[in-house]
């Protein structure tokens, strides 16, 4: 069974860079056609797909964040990141990490991680 | 960017069916999945390429997709099927994912 966990600060100043980790358990980072994803949730509000990497470190990102957002892999840890820079209130969000299933272009989020708070004040 | 359309509420009372849909152009063109999220937990995929259930979803959860809008059915409902609704599409032409603004689905 794959886990996933997102792990970072739970509180970020404003203009500063937002840093968090994915850890996948249970399985490979690497194995299988999978992507990785980031989503967040802001309080009360719906979900907005962040990005997404493949292990190769392919990337895609949402056009309205795209400025601002990196995503990285670490296969040796089993890990993925989400950098989301220059932040401000409005960056206030859950955060979750999901294993993104792509097939012919449908992809899917199929595993998610529990979510982690990130506040955005000074 | 493709735009999925949700209503914010449906309410039903227990045994009965509920219906929420999800509305997008052309979106019988795509493929739509269906994630039920309960308050304060991550979401959970209940429906995935229109109308397949993942292992362990009830039977009562089906979907369909045509035309327009993709609806997501759950019958003989229970109370512990309260909770929010999204449906979910991936944009092939600008390479993201979609995600509707969800249902807040009440059982009376």
């Known amino acids: 069974q794959v886990q996933l966990q997102e792990s970072g600060p739970g509180l970020v100043k404003p203009s500063q860079t937002l840093s968090l980790t994915c850890t996948v358990s249970?399985?490979?980072?690497?194995?299988?056609?999978?992507?990785w994803s980031w989503i967040r949730q802001p309080a009360g509000k719906g979900l907005e797909w962040i990005g997404r990497?493949?292990?190769?470190?392919?990337?895609n990102y949402n056009p309205s964040l795209k400025s601002r957002v990196t995503i990285s892999v670490d296969t040796s840890k089993n890990q993925f990141s989400l950098k989301l820079s220059s932040v401000t209130a409005a960056d206030t969000a859950v955060y979750y990490c999901?294993?993104?299933?792509?097939?012919?272009?449908?992809?899917?989020?199929?595993?998610w991680g529990q979510g982690t708070l990130v506040t955005v004040s000074s | 960017s493709y735009v999925l359309t949700q209503p914010p509420s449906v309410s039903v009372a227990p045994g009965k069916t509920a219906r929420i849909t999800c509305g997008g152009n052309?979106?019988?063109?795509?493929?739509v999945h269906w994630y039920q999220q309960k308050p304060g937990q991550a979401p959970v995929l209940v429906i995935y390429?229109?109308?397949d259930r993942p292992s362990g979803i009830p039977e009562r959860f089906s979907g369909s997709n045509s035309g327009n809008t993709a609806t997501l059915t759950i019958s003989r409902v229970e109370a512990g099927d309260e909770a929010d609704y999204y449906c979910?599409?991936?944009?092939?032409?600008?390479?993201?994912?979609?995600f509707g603004g969800g249902t807040k689905l009440t059982v009376l």
């Open positions: 999901a294993r993104d299933i792509a097939v012919a272009g449908e992809d899917y989020f199929d595993y």
């Open positions: 249970g399985g490979s980072i690497s194995s299988g056609s999978y992507y």
């Open positions: 990497i493949y292990t190769s470190g392919s990337t």
């Open positions: 052309n979106i019988g063109s795509k493929s």
């Open positions: 390429y229109d109308s």
């Open positions: 979910q599409v991936w944009d092939s032409s600008s390479d993201q994912g979609v």
